[in-house]
């Protein structure tokens, strides 16, 4: 397999939270291919964000394996978090700087970029995010959906290769969720997506879509609609 196929796979993994006996994940199994936008979806508490998670090791998984090119994700020790960017479902979690601009460039500036490079970074990132005219405001003072926004566009200008993405679209109005959609789109054609979601527009372009239920996966599915009427036949949805 070519080194820069960003190809991951999860074989068996398992996970629970520590201080709980409950299996939170079990034996969870998933192929993501680059170019394709892999989603995970299922009810609150499905085990979602968990299961990301495990994707770039924010948590350990206690048993099984995550490959990324064939190769254990451990032993790409601190690499991992500059070839995965990671959008946490609530953008708080995500902006530390008081001023936007300054959370853009804290990415590039961490990767040892030069002055213009991080410059050039920050304008391409908040241009295909629509976040231009945010760049001089103080962060605290956006609404929920501009956080949104502005840690999206943090992550592109870090330029990472596997992007993983929390229910991005939760909280936001229809415009930005389209915007984020026309996004995705472009960004699969060189990147590898996974996205945790339960928004229908999300699903629609998905190319590979994983059914989590109960920390399992119970379904895998080519489109959305074999996903939904594999759901009207088990009387899910
Ligand atoms: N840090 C934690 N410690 C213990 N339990 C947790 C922790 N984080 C999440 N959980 C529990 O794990 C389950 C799955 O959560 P989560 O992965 O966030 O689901 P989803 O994203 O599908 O809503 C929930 O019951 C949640 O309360
Ligand atoms: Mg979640």
New binding site residues.
């Given amino acids: 397999m070519l080194e820069e196929e960003n190809h991951i796979e999860l074989k068996n993994v398992c996970y629970h ?1 520590p ?2 006996n409950k299996q ?1 994940l079990r034996d969870i199994n998933l192929e993501i291919k680059k170019n394709e936008i892999t989603v995970i979806v ?10 990301i998670r495990t994707i770039n090791l924010l948590l350990e998984p206690d048993k099984g394996q995550v490959l990324i090119d064939g190769k254990d994700a451990k032993e790409y020790h601190d690499k991992i978090y500059e070839m995965i960017g990671f959008l946490f ?1 609530n953008p708080e979690d995500q902006l530390f700087y008081p001023v936007v601009v300054d959370d853009l460039a804290f990415g590039p500036r961490n990767l040892g970029l030069n002055r213009q490079e991080i410059h050039k970074r920050v304008i391409e990132a908040s241009e295909q995010v629509g976040i231009l005219h945010l760049l001089e405001r103080e962060t605290d003072s956006l609404s929920y959906g501009e956080k949104t926004m502005v840690a999206l566009a943090g992550l592109l200008a870090t330029r990472p290769s596997i992007l993983l993405m ?2 991005p679209t939760t909280g936001l109005d229809l415009w930005s969720i389209s915007r984020i959609i026309e996004l995705l789109k472009k960004l699969k054609k060189t990147r590898t997506l996974v996205i ?1 979601t339960n928004t229908e527009d999300v699903l629609k372009i998905a190319d590979k879509i994983y059914f ?1 239920w109960n ?1 399992k996966i119970r379904g895998e599915y080519k489109s959305y609609r074999t996903f939904r009427s594999a759901m009207s036949r088990k009387n899910i949805l």
Avoid: I, R, W
């Fill in positions: 939270y201080g709980t939170l299922g009810p609150v508490a499905s085990g979602k964000s968990t299961l479902q929390d229910a945790t989590l920390g």
